[in-house]
C-alpha cells in the first residue's frame, strides 16, 4: 500500500524531508531514512532528501519503513488494563494514567499505552513509527488524561493534518504554585534546554513559537486551579511556560522546586506533577463529525484539591471552576 500527496502552494519549495517530517509527524532524521531506503516518489521517480518540491508534484509513501532493528521494532500486545472513552473502525480514544508512558522508548519497553491498546484493539494503523502506529500527539508519561490514537491509515493521516494546522481543541486541568489572578497567555517560544538536552527552555538557541492560555478556576492561599488550552504541541509546553513565568505545576520534579504542597508546618508530598488533560475536540478525519471528549479528573488531583479547600468536595469546585 502506499499514500499519495500532491504538493500545493503553501508547500512548494519545501524540501522533500522536511515536508515528509512535518506531513507525517515524524524525525527529520526518520524522514530522511524513508527517502534513504527508496521509500518514498516523487512523480514516479526517487529523489534526494533535498530535493525542492515543486507545484502538483506527486509524493508517493509506501508503506513498512522502520529505521529501528528487528528486535526492537515490534509492539508486543499485553493485557494491561486501560479507559477506552470512545471507538470506531478509525480511532479511539482513551484516558491514560499517570506513570504510564504513551509507547515503547528507552527504558520503557513494554507496560505503555500502545502495548496495552495492541492488546485490545488488535486492528492497529500501520503508518507512524513501529512503536507508536497511530500516534499524532502525545502525553508526558506523568501526565495524565485524554489522547487520542488513530488505528487506520487514513484517521492518523488526517488527523497529523489537523494538528498541524491546529484544527484540535485541547485543554487541560493543573494546579501550579502562586496565586495567578483572572486569564492570561503566553507566547515564550520553547526549544532544547543549552545545557540539558533532555529539558526544554524557553531560552533556547533554537526555538520554535509556542502559545498557552490559561484560566483561574479557583485561588487557594499560595496556590492555584488553572484551566490551559494549548494553541501549539512543544513538548513539556505546559509545564515549561508556567516555570518561566514563576508558578511550575506542582509536584513537577523537572521544570518545579518543590514537590509538595505546604499548609502551616506541614509539607505534604505530591508523588507526580498536578497536570491532566481534560478534554480534545476535534471533527472526525474520516467522517467529518465534530467530536469532543472529556477525561474525569483522577483521583491524586481531587485529593489535592479536596486537601487545599479543607472542607470543600473537590467535584464541586471542578465543576463549578468550569462553567466560568
Same mark, same amino acid.
Given at each position: 500500500m502506499s499514500l499519495i500527496l500532491k504538493i500545493d502552494n503553501t508547500q512548494e519549495g519545501k524540501r522533500l524531508d522536511v515536508f515528509l517530517s512535518e506531513k507525517l509527524n515524524l524525525s527529520r532524521a526518520k524522514a530522511q531514512g524513508m527517502i534513504e531506503n527508496k521509500y518514498v516518489k516523487v512523480n514516479n521517480f526517487f529523489k534526494s532528501k533535498s530535493y525542492k518540491l515543486k507545484l502538483n508534484?506527486? #509524493?508517493?509513501?509506501?508503506? @513498512?519503513?522502520?529505521?529501528? +532493528?528487528?528486535? =526492537?521494532? $515490534?509492539?508486543?500486545?499485553?493485557?494491561?488494563?486501560?479507559?477506552?472513552?470512545?471507538?470506531?473502525?478509525?480511532?479511539?480514544?482513551?484516558?491514560?494514567?499517570?506513570?504510564?508512558? #504513551?509507547?515503547?522508548?528507552? @527504558?520503557?519497553?513494554?507496560? +505503555?499505552?500502545? =502495548?496495552? $491498546?495492541?492488546?485490545?484493539?488488535?486492528?492497529?494503523?500501520?503508518?507512524?513509527?513501529p512503536l507508536r502506529p497511530g500516534v499524532v500527539h502525545r502525553l508526558d508519561k506523568d501526565t495524565s488524561g485524554v489522547i487520542v490514537i488513530a488505528i487506520d491509515n487514513n484517521a492518523y493521516y488526517g488527523l497529523v493534518?489537523?494538528?498541524?494546522?491546529?484544527?484540535?481543541?485541547?485543554?487541560?486541568?493543573?494546579?501550579?504554585?502562586?496565586?495567578l489572578k483572572g486569564s492570561g497567555r503566553i507566547t515564550l517560544p520553547i526549544g532544547r534546554a543549552i545545557y540539558d538536552r533532555k529539558k526544554m527552555s524557553t531560552r533556547a538557541k533554537k526555538s520554535k513559537e509556542a502559545i498557552t492560555e490559561w484560566e483561574v478556576i479557583k485561588n487557594f492561599k499560595n496556590y492555584t486551579?488553572?484551566?490551559?488550552?494549548?494553541?501549539?504541541?512543544?513538548?513539556?509546553?505546559?509545564?515549561?511556560?508556567?516555570?518561566?513565568?514563576?508558578?511550575p505545576v506542582i509536584g513537577d520534579r523537572t521544570y518545579g522546586k518543590k514537590t509538595y504542597i505546604e499548609l502551616g508546618k506541614q509539607k505534604i508530598p505530591v508523588l507526580r506533577q498536578m497536570l491532566h488533560a481534560w478534554r480534545i475536540e476535534f471533527?472526525?478525519?474520516?467522517?467529518?463529525?465534530?467530536?469532543?471528549?472529556?477525561?474525569?479528573?483522577?483521583?491524586?488531583?481531587?485529593?489535592?484539591?479536596?486537601?487545599?479547600?479543607?472542607?470543600?468536595?473537590?467535584?464541586?469546585?471542578?465543576?463549578?471552576?468550569?462553567?466560568?
Open positions: 508534484d506527486l #509524493v508517493e509513501i509506501f508503506d @513498512g519503513f522502520s529505521s529501528e +532493528s528487528e528486535e =526492537n521494532k $515490534l509492539l508486543i500486545p499485553q493485557n494491561i488494563p486501560i479507559e477506552i472513552i470512545y471507538k470506531d473502525e478509525h480511532l479511539v480514544v482513551l484516558s491514560k494514567p499517570a506513570n504510564m508512558v #504513551v509507547y515503547p522508548c528507552a @527504558g520503557h519497553r513494554d507496560g +505503555s499505552l500502545l =502495548n496495552a $491498546l495492541a492488546y485490545h484493539v488488535k486492528k492497529l494503523a500501520t503508518a507512524g513509527a493534518e489537523a494538528f498541524k494546522k491546529r484544527q484540535v481543541n485541547k485543554e487541560y486541568i493543573a494546579l501550579v504554585y502562586g496565586e486551579l488553572v484551566k490551559v488550552k494549548i494553541i501549539t504541541g512543544r513538548t513539556h509546553q505546559i509545564r515549561v511556560h508556567f516555570s518561566a513565568i514563576g508558578h471533527n472526525h478525519p474520516v467522517t467529518g463529525q465534530h467530536l469532543k471528549f472529556e477525561s474525569s479528573l483522577p483521583e491524586d488531583m481531587e485529593k489535592i484539591i479536596e486537601i487545599l479547600t479543607l472542607s470543600v468536595k473537590p467535584p464541586k469546585v471542578f465543576n463549578k471552576g468550569l462553567k466560568n
